[in-house]
């Protein structure tokens, strides 16, 4: 064992790498990526897990807020879930910073990077983030522990983890996969890319996302959830930030009609999505009602994205481990996807070195990534318990409880 694989340059197959890398460096890491391709890249946030990966790679939290965009997360503000006109806050911080100045606005690069023009600011009590911006602080030069958690422009993410990967010894190399070899015993051997060129690997990472190209040459079967969570169409967008009252420090999701709309701070722009059920509105009509949400009026959005609640019957099988969206899927509600990457990630170093004296340390990693999906469905599909009636959506509750 010595070359290890991983094809897809999205955050999974980076954070896969980094997190190998930092746990067996004496292994060589190659990352395949395509620019044909691409990634997702709607803009994300963090969930607890992100600070454990952050610190576990070596990443500090000043350059990543300055080289990605970051805004601090310090939870979610759902908006008419229970019933229209009601909300509820998901904090993701276990104590109140301690407030000075209750009610200025403090540019974050005050606090860090002197910068004038960086209009990122900080507040420390929910109910009024939701409803004035209005702000305090602590010190958090000094101290950063009020919030770990953080919103992404997701391409400048991904540009800042392939600066780790130099540090790191970790090689990255651009080729589009046109084929896979497959030894006697059923495992990839190679992959053969555009240029009939041969890429050897001994352990292959498949992160290419809703395509999954190298589980599906070893016959992963897909297993659909469907009937549990019905949403299954995204269509994204970004809108200007509105600076008079300064960013806020937390998503935002608020029920729509025939699903949810995400409202995500970066420090330059915010990205927006509405997720929804096509059985119940088209895709014209889900835009129009977004615009009317945001009031904009926007022609066409920057991503049209299907997608079904799903995962892989074997997340490893053979000498290939999915990660990511290629592993499986939920939807975003609740930021899970990063996290799941991540917590697939450390569960594979646990069980690889085992896995090198017996294969049958894949099934107990498959049981175990099998049981965190559901228990995240559970979790997510406890969102959609609401009182509302106002439209067939909300009506009819088309899901199975699981």
């Known amino acids: ?141 000094l101290n950063f522990s009020v919030s770990n958690q953080y919103h992404f422009d997701t391409h400048k993410l991904n540009d800042f983890l392939k600066k780790k990967f130099k540090k790191n010894g970790i090689k990255i190399e651009d080729h589009y996969i046109k084929d896979i070899n497959l030894d006697d015993k059923g495992n990839i051997s190679s992959l053969i890319n555009d240029k009939k060129e041969i890429i050897k690997g001994d352990f292959f990472i498949d992160s290419t996302g809703f395509k999954r190209l190298l589980s599906s040459k070893l016959n992963s079967k897909f297993v659909s959830y469907q009937k549990y969570l019905p949403m299954n169409q995204a269509i994204t967008l970004s809108t200007d930030l509105n600076l008079d009252k300064g960013i806020e420090p937390y998503t935002k999701a608020t029920a729509l009609s025939s699903g949810w709309a995400w409202k995500i701070p970066t420090q330059t722009r915010y990205g927006n999505g509405y997720v929804f059920c096509n059985n119940y509105i088209s895709s014209d009509e889900a835009l129009n009602e977004f615009n009317k949400h945001l009031k904009t009026n926007i022609e066409k959005v920057a991503k049209d994205i299907k997608f079904e609640a799903g995962r892989l019957d074997k997340f490893w099988n053979k000498n290939c481990v999915s990660i990511g969206l ?11 996807s990063i996290g799941f990457s991540i917590i697939q990630s450390f569960s594979l170093v646990d069980y690889f070195k085992a896995w090198l004296i017996n294969p049958l340390a894949s099934e107990k990693y498959n049981q175990e990534m099998i049981d965190s999906f559901n228990n995240t469905v559970d979790y997510i599909q406890l969102h959609y318990f609401s009182k509302r009636k106002d439209s067939k959506f909300w009506k009819d509750k088309p899901y199975e409880i699981t």
């Open 1 to 141: 064992m010595k070359d290890i694989i991983v094809v897809g340059g999205g955050t999974a197959g980076l954070i896969a790498s980094l997190v190998f890398k930092s746990n067996f460096p004496c292994y060589n890491i190659k990352v395949i990526k395509s620019s044909d391709i691409g990634i997702v890249g709607v803009g994300e946030g963090s969930t607890e897990h992100w600070d454990f990966f952050q610190g576990k790679v070596g990443i500090d939290h000043v350059n990543l807020i300055k080289e990605t965009d970051a805004t601090v997360k310090y939870g979610i503000l759902f908006k008419d879930w229970k019933e229209k006109n009601t909300s509820y806050a998901h904090s993701l911080i276990l104590e109140e910073p301690k407030l000075e100045n209750n009610g200025d606005i403090i540019l974050f690069n005050q606090l860090i990077f002197q910068d004038k023009n960086n209009p990122y600011i900080l507040s420390g009590n929910f109910k009024k983030w939701a409803e004035t911006n209005s702000v305090g602080y602590n010190d958090l030069s």
């Open 326 to 336: 290629s592993s499986g899927f939920i939807e975003p509600l609740e930021a899970q």
